[in-house]
């Protein structure tokens, strides 16, 4: 059973330009969390995901990020107009149902540089 | 509301020597809680997990934990300590009442040889 699987591993976008990162979550799992991690600042919240529908986005900024989790293929972060702040690490994770008491499993991540 | 406080930003003990990660949470509650290990430049892992059985946890690479209600704590500690344990964890309560996961700030440990 493969795990979360993100790609790319890494992305270099220069300003202004989109980001896309890709998430795969473990098979069977119907949760999707997208977290950013900047140095020194550990894990940051940014969205909650089921199939097709978007349960908690608190932690998104409200211009410029979007995310989707649709039916059919992975899960999608986007970045619009990027700037050098997005500069991150971001992390996906997955869980089965119910997601209180089930442990998350963590991607690698996708390390963003924005020049 | 949910919390969790790790106690420690950063952790240095030698090789060999016992390791305590602090970790106190506030929950209103039962809650679940979780130890994680994120080594550099990978994704977080689970160590080991706290869900209303026993209090004394046991996870892998030796690490366990133990839940006292009491003190609202669920401290993480190995009897010895290896070079590879050097990474940064992390503390994680969540609740049955809502899908809230709440992350500690981390506590990078440091293995001194």
């Known amino acids: 059973n493969a795990g979360v699987m993100q790609n790319p591993r890494h992305l270099v976008r220069r300003r202004g330009q989109e980001a896309r990162l890709r998430c795969s979550p473990m098979k069977g799992h119907s949760h999707v969390y997208w977290y950013r991690q900047l140095p020194e600042e550990g894990l940051k919240f940014m969205v909650y995901l089921q199939k097709e529908n978007i349960i908690d986005e608190s932690g998104m900024p409200k211009e410029r990020f979007s995310a989707e989790f649709p039916k059919e293929g992975p899960s999608i972060l986007r970045i619009q107009q990027v700037v050098r702040g997005d500069s991150a690490a971001y992390f996906c994770a997955s869980s089965p149902p119910p997601s209180y008491n089930s442990p998350l499993h963590f991607g690698n991540g996708t390390r963003l540089t924005v020049t | 509301a949910q919390s969790v406080t790790q106690l420690d930003s950063h952790v240095s003990v030698s090789e060999g020597t016992p390791v305590l990660l602090r970790c106190n949470y506030s929950?209103?509650?039962?809650?679940?809680l979780f130890w994680y290990v994120q080594h550099p430049n990978k994704g977080l892992q689970l160590l080991l997990k706290y869900t209303s059985a026993a209090t004394l946890v046991k996870g892998i690479n030796g690490f366990e934990a133990e839940f006292k209600k009491s003190e609202t704590s669920f401290h993480l500690t190995k009897p010895s300590a290896h070079m590879s344990d050097a990474a940064e964890y992390f503390c994680v309560v969540t609740s049955p009442r809502d899908d809230k996961i709440i992350f500690g700030k981390g506590t990078r440990l440091h293995i001194l040889p």
């Open positions: 929950s209103s509650y039962s809650p679940s």
